[in-house]
């Protein structure tokens, strides 16, 4: 029996022991299993964050490249749109030297004709000059300048030649005496510029010693009202005013409702609004013209006009600057007004001329739907024309002033 006892102690004490020597070895295996799964967790977390990371990498990179491709797509545009303005301007510029000599301007028995409307600085055109021969008694033909800082002329009873001194415009006119009365006068416009592309052999070297670059372009308005079918013109310079380069290159934003050609004459085809653009061919410098095309009969824009006409013609420090521009003149000199809009001159004007009866005006403003440049020679009495107070350079047009009108457009 004691022999029993002692078996079944001795067995369990074995099972006991047994017992404790495997709970240590289960328990390491269930705890590195869990450091299995953690770290299997981590390295799938890893793998997702750098597949991310890549992705993200080469979305950059794609982004990047397609960046990079636009920029040389546009460049190449770029390029290309000069490279063609560049070759427009240089084929337009044989055109005009092969076709710009002008046709006969005529008013009565005498009549003229310049060889080139624009000539280049210190150069040369000739003008010819052709009276009725039924004309009879002693003839002589005076010939002038409206800028003799733009331009000067020197003639006889056979001719003129007209030489470029400054970049700018000028009025050319002849007036024929028979007998020492005045008996009939006609004038043509003359444009100077760096751009030379007509007229005789040159004078001499750029007075300005050297080449002067483009720093900017302006335009004479940034908003242009024309009625369908009619055109007007937007006048750009490039500056400094003595700039080597004065090429500039027009474009229209919207060629269905305004055209434009390669002189800045835009021409109402639609109802709509454009916006043409000045860009100097030196420097790619712009300005723009926000331009509306409207029916004729619209009363809107007669509105609009006198709107206009008000806020700019009337505008007293416009009419306070042209009598100060009198005023402050060179001796003999002529004050260039030019506008794209309607103008107008009022009793300051009148007086400051009065004060200065040495000193003309070369005005540029719409007529009709046209553009016009109206010389008013020194000495010029203005006050007939006042009305209240003002008056508009239109108003000359109705008139029998015997002032030098030239149509531009």
Known sequence: MLKRVLRFFTGALLVALLSLAVCPYTAVSVHAEEESLRDQRERLEREEREQREREEREKREREEAERAEKEQREREEREREEREAREREERERKERENSDVGSWQKDGVLSIRIGYSHIGLEKSTD???RIDPNVSGKKKVIWESSNTNV???DGDDSGARV???NSGSATITATLYVDGNKRDWVATGVSVGSD??????SSGSNSSGGYAGVNGITVNTSYLTIFKGLAARVYAAV???NASNQG?????SNSYVAAVDAFGNVLGLNPGSAIITARSNEGGYTAIVNVVVVENASTDVTALNNQLALSAGRNPTFLYALASSVLTAPLGGTVPLTAIMPMSFDLNVVNALRMRPDVSILATFPY???MVTMAVPAGFDLTPYLDNGYADWSVLMTKKTGLPVIYLN
């Open 127 to 129: 003008v010819e000059v």
């Open 151 to 153: 331009a000067k002329v």
């Open 163 to 165: 030489t470029g001194i």
């Open 196 to 201: 030379y592309y007509g007229g005789g052999s």
């Open 239 to 241: 500056t400094p005013g």
């Open 248 to 252: 500039i290159t027009f474009g229209s």
């Open 368 to 370: 009709q739907g046209h």
